[in-house]
């Protein structure tokens, strides 16, 4: 029952990082940006699920849709302002901005929220409680966190591999150039990218809140590692393959914190992180990107 337990904890925890993994993915298939500033977007959606159920006592349904809308807001006026002006520009140029906003969004959140953590109300937003199937016990909150991500992922590759706006995303992401000349607004799919990757951010940080229980200025800074990591893992531009690498990435981590303590997680990620990148950098699901020179 120990492991099946162990199990049941890596799979609601794969299910958060599969979400945050999806973003990265998502952008960078698109215009080839690593969006450092993806994790911090979870860290603002955290404060806000937490203003709306504790300052304006909305109901949990209402404040899930408050977070996820200002998430994507929040992503969309990113994308406007910081990375379209430099979308010609050399993409160390945009990796450096990412960096800078993601800096910039830790600062001002600890400017308005302070440094000092707060505790979220768990409560307020998931019910409380277990499931037993057998001797094995099931809480709520893992199950609607496995489900919520499954039934997220599911709509995203709906969404990309079954509607036109999907198509035209993957044609942006194989030639930005032809795509254009064939009458596609490459600024609006962009744009559009940012969005839905943002809203996954959102769900993810109502779930991650949820299961920390706790908001600070810092809290998505290693969660934005780690989900990078689960998307070159899988294979980064690959939507199975970040959900394959956040499943993959949250096993690594109970594993190691079974066997040899909680502290060692974080290197063990990242020699995950070294060794793909060594052996096997396209990852479990990435193709090789060809250059035209």
Excluded at 15 to 31: D, E, H, K, N, R
Excluded at 265 to 291: H, S
């Amino acid at each position: 029952m120990f492991v099946v337990n162990q199990m049941i904890n890596g799979l609601e925890l794969g299910s958060i990082y599969a979400l945050v993994a999806l973003g990265y993915s998502m952008v960078y298939g698109i215009v080839r940006l690593l969006n450092f500033a993806h994790g911090d977007i979870i860290m603002v959606g955290g404060y806000i699920a937490f203003f709306s159920l504790t300052a304006f006592f909305f109901p949990p349904i209402v404040a899930a849709l408050v977070t996820v809308a200002g998430c994507t807001l929040l992503a969309v006026i990113i994308e406007r302002l910081a990375y379209r002006p430099l979308r010609l520009a050399p993409r160390l140029s945009l990796l450096i901005t990412a960096i800078g906003v993601s800096i910039l969004l830790q600062n001002l959140a600890q400017i308005a929220f302070s440094a000092d953590g707060a505790h979220f109300p768990a409560e307020l937003l998931l019910p409380r409680g277990t499931v037993s199937i057998g001797a094995v016990s099931l809480s709520y909150t893992a199950i609607i966190t496995i489900v919520a991500s499954i039934c997220s992922m599911a709509l995203l590759t709906f969404l990309v591999q079954k509607t036109k706006f999907g198509k035209a995303m993957r044609a942006v992401s194989e030639d930005r150039e032809a795509a254009q000349l064939m009458g596609v607004n490459v600024n609006n799919v962009i744009t559009f990218t940012f969005a839905v990757g943002a809203a996954l951010a959102g769900i993810g940080a109502l779930l991650y809140s949820t299961q920390i229980q706790l908001i600070m200025p810092t809290i998505g800074g290693m969660l934005g590692l780690t989900a990078f990591v689960a998307a070159v893992l899988g294979g980064i531009g690959s939507i199975p393959g970040a959900m394959i690498g956040g499943y993959l990435i949250a096993f690594l981590e109970v594993f190691v914190i079974v066997t040899i303590g909680s502290r060692w997680t974080d290197g063990a990620v990242f020699l995950i992180l070294i060794l793909v990148l060594m052996v096997k950098p396209t990852g479990i699901m990435g193709r090789p990107m060809m250059e035209k020179v």
